[in-house]
């Protein structure tokens, strides 16, 4: 799409020696052409002046006219009939392209462009738009692969956008209706509560009742000698409920989604890895077992130091077990511990008064009513308590096992970072604080920050 410049020699080729003749002659040639042209066909020339209006450079070497300026901003083009020559008071109806300028034919004969390649206006037009148009398909091509990422990014985000909003929802209505049900559930079992005290405390004033009357009437006397009392049942009044049918029911507000979702949120956030301050106490561990510098790692010793530690009464002297160093009364922790290479370990929680001298079950993580654990042992996973083991089944083997403990509800709940997924979840009636307990038997185990 390229158009080559008209050149036309403007030298005098007629024999004539009359100048005026000659000038004529040009003239005829060249009147067919006058048409606008674009600010910039003095190659390259940039505007000037304030407003976005350029002014005609002086192309003959004068003044420019007083009308010299570009009426079209938008387009940048401008008449040239406006535009005169100062030297020969002539359009500039030609461009010079030696010296990438506008002139008039008078320039092109007789003045300083004489000899030069010059073109009419109207072929240097279509050139110079011929260029531009050209320039901007070659641009309009450049930039369609970065438009196209573009619209793809903005489309693939609006997906991303929606595919949340409608996640957020499903879960918000879920969770709207589980709020629903629950407290549903919490005021008929509080009514419940309510009308049972109400007739239990109905059936016992009327039965007091009827036990004063009795008292009046000397009656009361005669019966306690027969070892009998009767107590005449008061008409519309229902029998007494039992004392456990008074309690309200902790039952009525347990959700496994509420549960869930709520377990969710703390082991996928921020704090899932606990607190940095907790670590192992080196009090408490058993000689058979080292403890890194930094107080997070304990690893089995297959054979006892040959020096002796000396007595702690806080330290376990048989069991290969470690207690942690944060109390947990309140509030709701989490910690991860990796066992990714140990095939023997013990992790859960237990109390600060649990016993630490001896080979006892006392003294032993899982075999007591004072401590809860995970074990592995032998490729097989368990919950122990009191004695008692719960087979969990495991379908990959965890690196990592995560402990959660909720104080408020106390529920205690053993899981996989990596999956999220419960492999045990327990909820006790803790009686003290409770510290985090280990024992390793196979190379280490590390609490994780």
Not at 287 to 309: A, H, N, V
Request: aromatic share 6%; hydrophobic share 35%.
């Amino acid at each position: 799409m390229t158009e080559e410049l008209q050149t036309c020699d403007l030298t005098c080729s007629s024999t004539s020696s009359d100048p005026e003749e000659t000038l004529n002659a040009v003239k005829s040639r060249i009147m067919e052409c006058e048409q606008p042209i674009f600010s910039v066909l003095g190659g390259g020339m940039k505007p000037h002046g304030a407003g976005g209006h350029s002014a005609v450079p002086n192309t003959c070497g004068g003044a420019t006219s007083p009308t010299a300026t570009t009426s079209d901003n938008e387009s940048g083009i401008f008449s040239v009939e406006s535009e005169l020559c100062v030297e020969h008071e002539a359009e500039l109806d030609w461009f010079c392209g030696t010296e990438q300028k506008l002139i008039c034919s008078h320039c092109a004969i007789v003045g300083s462009c004489h000899g030069h390649t010059v073109t009419p206006v109207a072929t240097r037009v279509t050139a110079v738009r011929v260029s531009v148009s050209t320039a901007r398909c070659v641009r309009a091509q450049q930039l369609h692969p970065a438009v196209c990422s573009s619209v793809l990014c903005q489309a693939a985000a609006n997906r991303a956008r929606e595919q949340v909003l409608a996640q957020v929802s499903a879960a918000r209505e879920a969770l709207e209706e589980e709020e629903q049900r629950l407290l549903e559930e919490v005021q008929r079992e509080e009514e419940r509560v309510e009308q049972c005290l109400l007739t239990q405390r109905a059936h016992w004033n009327q039965a007091l009742s009827s036990l004063s009357q009795t008292r009046l009437n000397g009656v009361l006397h005669l019966l306690c000698l027969c070892g009998f009392v009767r107590v005449e049942e008061a008409e519309g009044v229902g029998e007494p409920c039992d004392t456990n049918i008074l309690n309200l029911n902790p039952n009525c507000s347990d959700s496994t989604l509420l549960r869930g979702l709520w377990a969710a949120a703390l082991l996928l956030g921020p704090n899932a890895y606990g607190s940095s301050v907790l670590k192992f106490d080196e009090r408490t561990v058993n000689p058979l077992l080292s403890l890194s510098e930094d107080f997070c790692t304990l690893t089995f010793l297959r054979k006892k130091p040959r020096q002796p530690q000396p007595y702690d009464p806080a330290r376990f002297d048989h069991w290969p077990n470690a207690l942690g160093s944060l109390s947990m009364s309140s509030g709701t922790h989490s910690w991860v511990v990796d066992v990714g290479q140990s095939a023997a370990f013990k992790v859960g929680v237990c109390y600060a008064s649990l016993e630490r001298k001896g080979s006892g079950d006392e003294a032993r993580l899982g075999h007591n009513s004072q401590s809860w654990v995970l074990a592995h042992y032998d490729g097989d996973y368990s919950f122990c308590h009191a004695g008692k083991k719960v087979p969990l089944q495991v379908v990959k083997k965890p690196q990592r096992i995560g402990l959660l403990l909720d104080w408020p509800s106390q529920t205690l709940m053993f899981y996989e970072p990596d999956s999220c997924a419960v492999l045990y979840s327990l909820t006790e009636q803790f009686s003290a604080p409770l510290l985090p307990a280990c024992a390793v038997t196979d190379r280490s185990i590390t609490i994780l920050h």
